[in-house]
């Protein structure tokens, strides 16, 4: 497509289960804007290599519907991916405009309640001005100082959900490049520069796939460690601490 909003999505089958509760937390894997769910070929690859079981891709067309209508069909996919796999709780993992559906997702719809972590990759969490040049409904929403962008920022609260954000200072999409951190200190968020990583790149990288995988690994936090967040949490005198930039060559994957 010539504007470069498309988010497909596409249901697989669940995998065996490998008997490790780290590995067989379902997992889905959200397209961004201009490619559909072939692009994540190689994710999915290393995620399966990995023992990880339960991939799933979704494909929608964001022509026709805005970011909390697609966040609504997501909604429906996780549902669905939870009754097939027993899972409590998924993974998900987006890239571009998928990272800001799955925060639409995590904080306006019932996201909260069944996703474990959250990665985004090369996502415009504070909008982006190559939005002005695009067309379409979801463009629009994805540009800084958008309602959609507004209500995300204002409206995010502590849950028990971990976020990932990874962001390349060579993302010609995403500017300036700090658009794609998660910076609202209640989400406490882990924001992880790429150096030299462009928008596309960023889901085709070994170095990224690698530390997604890595991500995902992590078991999911015991029930019993979890902080207990109150309906005001939003409105607490202290924040959680917030989390510093980790750039992937620092950390030796480079």
Same mark, same amino acid.
Do not use: C
């Given at each position: 497509s010539d504007d470069g909003m498309i988010v497909a999505w596409a249901s697989t089958g669940t995998g065996m289960p490998s008997g490790g509760q780290d590995r067989d937390?379902?997992?889905?894997?959200?397209? %961004?804007?201009?490619?559909?769910? =072939? =692009?994540?070929f190689m994710m999915r690859k290393a995620l399966k290599r990995a023992g990880l079981? %339960?991939?799933?891709?979704?494909?929608?067309?964001?022509?026709?519907?805005?970011? @909390?209508?697609? &966040?609504?069909?997501?909604?429906?996919?996780?549902?669905?991916?939870?009754?097939?796999?027993?899972a409590n709780k998924v993974n998900i993992v987006g890239h571009s405009l998928g990272g800001v559906v799955t925060r639409w997702y995590v904080q306006e719809g019932d996201g909260d309640q069944t996703v474990n972590t959250a990665i985004t990759l090369s996502s415009p969490h504070k909008g982006t001005i190559a939005a002005f040049v695009l067309r379409g409904r979801t463009a629009k929403e994805c540009r800084p100082n958008s309602w959609?962008?507004?209500?995300?920022?204002?409206?995010?609260? @502590?849950?028990?959900?971990?976020?990932?954000?990874?962001? %390349?200072? &060579?993302?010609?999409?995403?500017? @300036?490049?700090?658009?794609?951190?998660?910076?609202?200190?209640?989400?406490?968020?882990?924001?992880?520069?790429?150096?030299?990583?462009?928008?596309? %790149?960023?889901?085709?990288?070994?170095?990224?796939?690698?530390?997604?995988?890595?991500?995902?690994?992590?078991?999911?936090?015991?029930? &019993?460690?979890?902080?207990?967040? &109150?309906?005001?949490a939003k409105r607490a005198s202290? =924040?959680?601490?917030?989390?510093?930039?980790v750039s992937l060559r620092a950390l030796g994957n480079g």
């Open positions: 937390t379902a997992g889905s894997v959200v397209p %961004g804007d201009g490619h559909n769910s =072939a =692009a994540w079981t %339960g991939v799933h891709t979704l494909n929608n067309n964001p022509l026709r519907h805005d970011i @909390p209508e697609i &966040a609504n069909k997501l909604s429906d996919r996780v549902e669905m991916i939870r009754m097939i796999t027993s959609v962008i507004k209500r995300l920022r204002s409206n995010a609260e @502590p849950t028990n959900v971990r976020w990932v954000a990874f962001y %390349g200072d &060579a993302d010609a999409l995403v500017q @300036p490049m700090a658009a794609a951190r998660i910076d609202e200190p209640s989400l406490a968020a882990r924001n992880v520069l790429v150096p030299g990583m462009g928008h596309i %790149g960023m889901r085709l990288d070994g170095d990224v796939v690698n530390q997604v995988v890595e991500e995902l690994l992590r078991p999911p936090v015991a029930a &019993a460690e979890l902080p207990m967040f &109150a309906p005001r202290k =924040a959680p601490r917030r989390v510093a930039d």
